[in-house]
């Protein structure tokens, strides 16, 4: 009786491969003319923090951010899904994105 080894290499079925990170993407897409452009119009608009603007404090934004994540299915050129924030405020809703 012939013993066929259980892991039989099957080349009509595609390799599994590792995703490509959206990292990578991502990155890419934060260096888009596209992207800086949109970025420079969200904080002409608006120079605050607004998330520090709710708390009554005005506070100069530093980071253009995306309300609802990109990798979230966030409209990644709509200034409606951008928000500008401060550093600490940003890097406080970075944080609760995880
Ligand atoms: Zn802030």
């Known amino acids: 009786m012939p ?3 259980k892991s039989v290499r099957r080349p009509w079925q595609p390799e599994h491969k590792p995703q490509e990170g959206r ?6 897409f934060y260096q888009s003319t596209a ?3 949109l970025r420079a119009l969200k904080i ?4 605050l923090c607004e998330e520090c603007l709710r ?3 005005a506070t100069p934004a530093r980071v253009v951010d995306h309300i609802v994540p990109i990798n ?3 409209a990644a050129l709509s200034l409606a899904n951008l928000q500008s924030l401060c550093d600490a ?3 406080r809703k970075s944080a609760t994105d995880k």
Do not use: T, Y
């Open 55 to 57: 708390r009554g404090i």
């Open 35 to 37: 992207w800086r452009k």
């Open 72 to 74: 979230k299915g966030g």
């Open 23 to 28: 990292r990578q993407s991502n990155a890419k």
């Open 3 to 5: 013993i066929f080894p």
């Open 89 to 91: 405020c940003h890097n």
């Open 44 to 47: 002409e608009v608006q120079p």
